[in-house]
T-cell receptor, first 113, second 112 residues
């Protein structure tokens, strides 16, 4: 997976609890992304980062926040998890910000009960 | 709302046949088009990109783009059981590299 790891790989949590997912890269790529994938929906962009401390919202950012204090790490936080946030979350990296240079991590399966 | 439409399938083809996967999109200003392969339980993997009208070939894969009809397709020749996966279409619509919409994917089953 092109030097991308995600942790945890699986998580079960309860409604209302905070959750943080971590994406770590060893490629030194500038761009990092968080997507979610749900049945009946395509991959949807949550947030992305174009550099340390530089982030922007994607299509489905409500209920999520992100932080990037180091080039290699991009954190996704659900401040108060809801059942609608049950999903598979993919991190991706890109050297130039284009899809043809983008690689996905292995994914995190999150279940909110 | 920028839309990308794909038939979810499954599309079943016999081994050795040509698999044809189709995708339509709503934004006429879209410039870049991508096909991903996703095996069950795995992450998406980019297999083809196409930017101009016509065909683009890479091994057994051919991407076809028709901007006038807002249609992009992926042909897989000599289909193998290892091609069984879900194929995602993605469209980079006007407004920047981050403006991307993915289709729901078409599940392909290659029958030995």
């Amino acid at each position: 997976d092109a030097g991308i790891t995600q942790s945890p790989r699986h998580k079960v949590t309860e409604t209302g609890t905070p959750v943080t997912l971590r994406c770590h890269q060893t490629e030194n790529h500038r761009y990092m992304y968080w997507y979610r994938q749900d049945p009946g929906h395509g991959l949807r962009l949550i947030h992305y980062s174009y550099g340390v401390k530089d982030t922007d919202k994607g299509e489905v950012s409500d209920g999520y926040s992100v932080s990037r204090s180091k080039t290699e790490d991009f954190l996704l936080t659900l401040e108060s998890a809801t059942s609608s946030q049950t999903s598979v979350y993919f991190c991706a990296i890109s050297e130039y910000g284009r899809l043809d240079t983008q690689y996905f991590g292995p994914g995190t399966r999150l279940t909110v009960l | 709302q920028k839309e990308v439409e794909q038939n979810s399938g499954p599309l079943s083809v016999p081994e050795g046949a040509i698999a044809s996967l189709n995708c339509t999109y709503s934004d006429r200003g879209s410039q870049s088009f991508f096909w991903y392969r996703q095996y069950s339980g795995k992450s998406p993997e980019l297999i083809m990109s196409i930017y101009s009208n016509g065909d683009k070939e890479d091994g057994r894969f051919t991407a076809q783009l028709n901007k006038a009809s807002q249609y992009v397709s992926l042909l897989i020749r000599d289909s193998q059981p290892s091609d069984s996966a879900t194929y995602l279409c993605a469209v980079n619509y006007s407004g920047g590299y981050q403006k991307v919409t993915f289709g729901i994917g078409t599940k392909l089953q290659v029958i030995p």
